[in-house]
T-cell receptor
């Protein structure tokens, strides 16, 4: 089955710096990769996603890159702000296996220092 | 768009009682909903996949008689924790799957914190 590894587990950056979180997956059938932000005591919020036919996607300060050959994808946050502090989860999903289940990474706790 | 609600947001109950948690997709129809459990500082653990009008599919190790799931409509799924015990205390989160161009995306509810005394 699918396995998703996420690194680092914790990340501290200065306000205004960039943050990068990396995930690798094992199932080559995975073709959808969402990223979620979870604030303390709340449910995960979708922040960006990418499908396997695209190599990069950007939405303002957030971007995601996908390397299908190497089976890894990354989240890039530029010009970080204190409100970006949260736990970020990556996920992989193999749509073509007839299921929409997500396999989640272990999460990255991002702290943006003011 | 893509708003999912959960009720209640938190609940405290006595050991041995049952607790029902509702998950609603407010502005879209969801054929499939998912129930997750999350322990402090850990990732989301999928408990079951709920399909409208059919039986839920439970993940390995999740007791279906303990965690009853009903998906009676395209906008509502319920999770009932039966005969709750302190070890059932956790953060329960649902998600609803929404169709879009290129596939399905899960949108999560705000979660329900359950404390069993």
């Amino acid at each position: 089955g699918e396995n998703v590894e996420q690194h680092p587990s914790t990340l501290s950056v200065q306000e205004g710096d960039s943050a990068v979180i990396k995930c690798t997956y094992s199932d080559s059938a995975s073709n959808y990769f969402p990223w979620y932000k979870q604030e303390l005591g709340k449910g995960p919020q979708l922040i960006i996603d990418i499908r396997s036919n695209v190599g990069e996607k950007k939405d303002q300060r957030i971007a995601v890159t996908l390397n299908k050959t190497a089976k890894h994808f990354s989240l890039h946050i530029t010009e970080t702000q204190p409100e970006d502090s949260a736990v970020y989860f990556c996920a992989a999903s193999p749509f073509n296996r007839g299921t929409y289940k997500y396999i989640f990474g272990t999460g990255t706790r991002l702290k943006v220092l003011a | 768009g893509a708003v999912v609600s959960q009720h209640p947001s938190w609940v405290i109950c006595k050991s041995g009682t049952s607790v029902k948690i509702e998950c609603r997709s407010l502005d879209f129809q969801a054929t499939t909903m998912f129930w997750y459990r999350q322990f402090p500082k850990q990732s989301l653990m999928l408990m079951a996949t709920s399909n409208e009008g059919s039986k839920a599919t439970y993940e390995q190790g999740v007791e279906k008689d303990k965690f009853l799931i009903n998906h009676a409509s395209l906008t509502l799924s319920t999770l009932t924790v039966t005969s709750a015990h302190p070890e059932d205390s956790s953060f329960y989160i649902c998600s609803a799957s929404r169709s879009g161009t290129g596939g399905e995306t899960q949108y999560f509810g705000p979660g329900t914190r359950l404390l069993v005394l």
